[in-house]
């Protein structure tokens, strides 16, 4: 039988619908095997995941999903088997959710000098105690009647020139992957397709990666289309990294995106759990 993974997901601890406990049964009546959490900047949502997946027989694979800052743009990165209780990761992160709750009461004074007050109020009922982030403004603006659909929300409020859009002061690609490796996790490119980078610009940002010690990227991901998998394939098998698959599943509300639907790794592609430094092994599962 072959064993599905799927290595990027979010909870309720990021900007993920659904609790960590639900995820993990959703994915398991999905029919995925190894299924990583991987909540934006944030490891709180693990420690749950792991005590439902375990009487399921399901591996959980401890994540983090780091938002790092690159040459002026916003850039994912997997950590995938991190050890939460690794001191220099979790200071890390409490650097990160520390600019998000600046930010989140800054895009909320952005939105109300735009003419649409108490955002922030909003954002944090719909974060229900987790950080806020920009999804949660997107919930929020969607159940007042201010747009109508997350996406829609992006576009014309959360993005680079529109009312409520603040840029990002993330981690630095060297201090991001030196917390992953301090935690002891494998480092991998989220949607490498997704950031519309030139063919050229993504080669350079893949040898600055690895030269960090990065050592894999997303060929496979909710967010890539048809043509960014074949070229992301391509571009894994030259770079001579390790190929991952991720949903990126944020919660039932984005159907398209379905737990336990991902397509096999392109021919030629080394998955990144027959690395010798994955944290799960075949064994482990039976
Ligand atoms: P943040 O890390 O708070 O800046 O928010 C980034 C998150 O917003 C991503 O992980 C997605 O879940 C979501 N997101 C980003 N861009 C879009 C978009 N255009 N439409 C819907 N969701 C988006
Ligand atoms: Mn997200
Ligand atoms: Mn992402
Ligand atoms: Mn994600």
Redesign the pocket.
């Known amino acids: 039988m072959p064993v599905h993974y799927d290595l990027h997901s979010?909870s309720r601890a990021?900007?993920g619908t659904l609790s960590p406990a639900e995820l993990v049964a959703a994915a398991h009546a999905g029919g995925v095997d190894v299924l990583a959490l991987t909540d934006?900047?944030t490891t709180e949502g693990l420690a749950e995941a792991a005590q439902v997946a375990r009487p399921l027989g399901m591996q959980l694979v401890p994540g983090v999903?780091i938002?790092v800052s690159w040459q002026a743009q916003?850039i994912?990165v997997l950590g995938l088997g991190v050890d939460s209780a690794c001191e220099p990761l979790q200071q890390g992160l409490s650097g990160l959710c520390d600019f998000?709750n600046w930010?989140a009461e800054e895009i909320g004074r952005r939105l109300a000098r735009a003419g649409i007050p108490d955002c922030y109020a909003g954002a944090c009922s719909h974060a229900r105690g987790s950080i806020v982030?920009?999804?949660h403004f997107?919930h929020h603006l969607v159940a007042e009647g201010h747009a109508k659909s997350?996406?829609d929300?992006?576009?014309r409020f959360?993005?680079n020139n529109k009312p409520g859009y603040v840029s990002?002061k993330w981690a630095s690609l060297e201090d991001a992957l030196h917390w992953i490796d301090a935690a002891g996790g494998l480092a991998v490119v989220a949607h490498p397709g997704r950031y519309g980078m030139t063919a050229s610009k993504l080669r350079r940002f893949l040898g600055e990666f690895r030269e960090c010690g990065g050592v894999g990227m997303e060929v496979i991901s909710g967010s890539h289309s048809r043509d960014n998998v074949t070229a992301m394939a391509a571009l894994c098998r030259s770079q001579n990294m390790l190929a991952s698959c991720g949903s990126?599943y944020?919660g039932p509300e984005n159907p398209w995106i379905r737990l336990g639907q991902l397509p096999v790794l392109p021919a030629g592609c080394q998955p990144v759990w027959e690395s010798d430094r994955w944290p799960v092994t075949r064994k482990e599962l039976q």
């Open positions: 979010h990021s900007d934006h900047d999903e938002s916003t994912h998000r930010r982030g920009r999804t997107a997350v996406r929300v992006f576009k959360l993005v990002g990126d944020h």
